[in-house]
C-alpha cells in the first residue's frame, strides 16, 4: 500500500521561498510520477504542478515561473520549490501519486497525501 507524508510547509512572507516535500514508501517504485495540488479555504482543490516517470513537468498558470516540481529518484521524494510566494498561494497542498496517470486531473490519482499548511503573508 502506497502511503505519502509531506513536509516543510509553514508561514513565510510575500517574496519569500519555501519548498515542500513528499515522500512516497509503502512498496518498491521502479520511477515515481507525482502531482501537488493545493485547496484554499472556500475554493475547489485546484492543480499547481506534475512530474512524470520520464521527468516531464507541467505547471498551472498561476505559478508558472515560480514554483518548480523535480524529484529525487533514490528516495522517492518529490519536491516543490515555491519562490516568489504570493498571498494568493496560501493554502493546504497536497502531494498525490497514481500507478499509471501522470497529468494536471485530480480524479485519476488513487493516493493523496494528508496535506499541508503552507501561508503567506502579504
Known amino acids: 500500500q502506497v502511503r505519502l507524508g509531506e513536509s516543510g510547509g509553514g508561514l513565510v512572507r510575500a517574496g519569500e521561498s519555501l519548498r515542500i516535500s513528499c515522500a512516497a514508501s509503502g512498496r518498491a517504485f521502479l520511477s515515481i510520477a507525482m502531482a501537488w495540488f493545493r485547496q484554499a479555504p472556500g475554493k475547489e482543490r485546484e492543480f499547481v504542478a506534475h512530474i512524470s516517470w520520464s521527468d516531464y513537468t507541467a505547471y498551472a498558470d498561476s505559478v508558472k515561473g515560480r514554483f518548480t516540481i523535480s524529484k529525487d529518484k533514490a528516495n522517492n521524494t518529490v519536491y516543490l520549490q515555491m519562490n516568489n510566494l504570493k498571498p494568493e498561494d496560501t493554502a493546504v497542498y497536497y502531494c498525490?501519486?497514481?500507478?499509471?496517470?501522470?497529468?494536471?486531473?485530480?480524479?485519476?490519482?488513487?493516493?493523496w497525501g494528508q496535506g499541508i499548511q503552507v501561508t503567506v503573508s502579504s
Open positions: 498525490a501519486w497514481s500507478e499509471d496517470y501522470s497529468g494536471p486531473s485530480a480524479g485519476p490519482y488513487e493516493v
